[in-house]
């Protein structure tokens, strides 16, 4: 079985780099570094971590206090990599004082140090890599409870940085934004990956993404600055935009803007498009299908309000299911059921097997536990959660 190297960064482009090289030596496992100890502990120990990528000691460091408490907690880990943060806070920082040697009996490395060893352009695995390979452990979200840890296979993340790329058009030296986490499947795999894979160029904004400070306030001048092209944002991110005036900031390089995680109010969209003349494309996505599955047409009729067209080569339909979580029936036209995707994007189940129990609804096909009713063209509307 292949080793699983985790990292716990803020947005960096080691970060990029830690996850490229974790799927190339192993498999990758990101994890967010705003959990509580006990939640990264937990999440560490259930992937069996043996490698881990971190920020180290010194200017912006608070995040390795937090995990030197956490390595002496995970047996499984082996070699601690630690980033220096402080090349990118202060100009006047150097690596005196750099803790390499060991740490709770675990090999402690500079990861700059390490990276220089290697080639720049291309990755040494050693390996010929299987499509059916696992390239990946990502934890699902929310901050309470035991994290669900979806595995995704190379052909998932594959198909998924090619297919958004062509949905959205990306060519080589466009630049999109990249404010979301990259602990996050769209930060990661369709912001970072895919523009890659396309020729784009990934501008990190800040190492905490959107909540990095003064972020907001000069965000038009950004998107002037380096003329942006594309970014990618949740509810929240549009809405704190409306209370920033564009002024006579040219974000005429802008194409579009990406919005998921949660509905949007119709409203919040018709101001934003009308204050900055710019097209949001609303769609949906979870960790447990590499990311998208569905998404407003770029080119095509936007509904305000809903999730849009499935993508190409993705299935969705509605259905009714049992106690158990297993498929009935199909909806009919607007009948509200259970959100179900297939489809090469989507995972092939949880890594700890109970988690796998009412996942799927039949053969193939994943229930996300969101309901939603699909129109005569095939938009898909969300309408709540299962379990409420």
């Known amino acids: 079985s292949r080793e699983v190297v985790a990292y716990v960064l803020p947005n960096l482009p080691q970060t990029h780099f830690a996850l490229w090289g974790g799927e190339a030596a192993g498999i990758v496992c990101p994890v967010n570094p705003m959990l509580e100890a006990g939640h990264i502990i937990e999440v560490l120990r259930a992937a069996n971590a043996q490698v881990l990528v971190t920020v180290g000691p010194g200017p912006g460091g608070e995040l390795w206090e937090k995990m030197a408490a956490v390595i002496e907690e995970v047996p499984s880990l082996k070699t601690v990599l630690q980033v220096r943060l402080g090349q990118y806070l202060d100009p006047a920082f150097n690596a005196a004082g750099f ?112 909540r990095t400070p003064g972020l907001m306030a000069g965000f038009w001048k950004i998107i002037e600055r380096y003329k942006v092209n594309y970014f990618s944002a949740v509810p929240t991110v549009y809405a704190g935009l409306l209370e920033v005036p564009v002024g006579g900031t040219d974000v005429s390089s802008l194409k579009f803007a990406a919005c998921g995680a949660a509905p949007m109010p119709p409203e919040v969209i018709r101001r934003f498009e009308s204050l ?52 009935v029936r199909e909806c009919k036209q607007e009948e509200i059921g259970n959100l179900l995707v297939a489809g090469p994007a989507v995972f092939p189940g949880y890594l700890r097997d109970e988690d796998n129990r009412k996942a799927w609804a039949s053969e193939g096909w994943f229930n996300t536990g969101d309901l939603c009713r699909i129109d005569a063209d095939g938009y898909v509307w969300l309408t709540g959660r299962a379990k409420d």
């Not at 500079?110 to 390996?127: I, N, T």
């Not at 994290?147 to 198909?159: D, G, L, Y």
């Not at 949906?284 to 067209?309: D, F, H, K, M, Q």
């Open 276 to 327: 900055t003349g710019l097209r949001i494309l609303e769609g949906y996505g979870l960790t447990e299908v590499t990311c998208a599955t569905c998404l407003n047409p770029p080119g095509g009729e936007r509904r305000p309000g809903s999730i849009g067209l499935r993508l190409p080569y993705q299935q969705v339909k509605a259905g009714i299911v049992d106690e158990q979580g297993k498929l």
């Open 99 to 210: 803790e390499k040697g060991s740490l709770a009996g675990r090999t402690v490395l500079d990861f700059d140090e390490e990276m220089a060893k290697e080639p720049g352009d291309q990755l040494v695995s050693g390996r010929t890599i299987r499509s059916t390979d696992i390239a990946s452990y990502f934890h699902t979200g929310g901050t309470t409870g035991t994290p669900k840890i979806a595995r995704h296979t190379h052909a998932n993340e594959v198909f998924l940085t090619w297919q958004l790329a062509e949905f959205l058009q990306i060519e080589p030296g466009e630049v999109f934004l990249g404010g979301l986490p990259l602990f996050h499947v769209n930060g990661a795999i369709v912001t970072g990956s895919g523009t890659f894979a396309a020729g784009g160029t990934v501008l990190i904004a800040g190492i905490q993404g959107y």
